[in-house]
């Protein structure tokens, strides 16, 4: 069992910048991909960003690419995402998630295994 804690979420005007961090709980946070996916009123679920276990790999959605950045500390349990020139249109609440796939860093929800309880990011224009 992994719990998940999130937190940096906030308001800030477009163009600025945010980290958002995830805490897991238990020993074997190393043996996880983690994610970060985000979702908007009346929106489904969508994938932002995903990092290997040991962190060498990563995946972004095009829509953040080259303005979002994910990375992990695995001696603090944390994974982070660094999100800079933000638009309106990243407003959504973030959430972070755990997956044990082994090959590859996926994109769908269906393949993570643990949720945080999410983390609301606003961004105004």
């Excluded at 910048?17 to 009123?41: I, K």
Aim: proline letters at 3%.
């Amino acid at each position: 069992q992994v719990q998940l804690v999130e937190s940096g979420g906030g308001l800030v005007q477009a163009g600025g910048s945010l980290r958002l961090s995830c805490t897991a709980s238990g020993r074997t946070f190393n043996s996880y991909a983690m994610g970060w996916f985000r979702q908007a009123p009346g929106k489904e679920r969508e994938f932002v960003a995903a990092i290997s276990w040991g962190g060498s790999g990563t995946h972004y959605a095009d829509s953040v690419k080259g303005r979002f950045t994910i990375s992990r500390d695995n001696t603090r349990n944390t994974v982070y995402l660094q999100m800079n020139s933000l638009k309106p249109e990243d407003t959504a609440v973030h959430y972070c998630a755990a997956s044990r796939v082994r090959v590859g860093l996926p994109a769908s929800p269906t393949a993570y295994d643990y949720w945080g309880q999410g983390t609301q990011v606003t961004v105004s224009s």
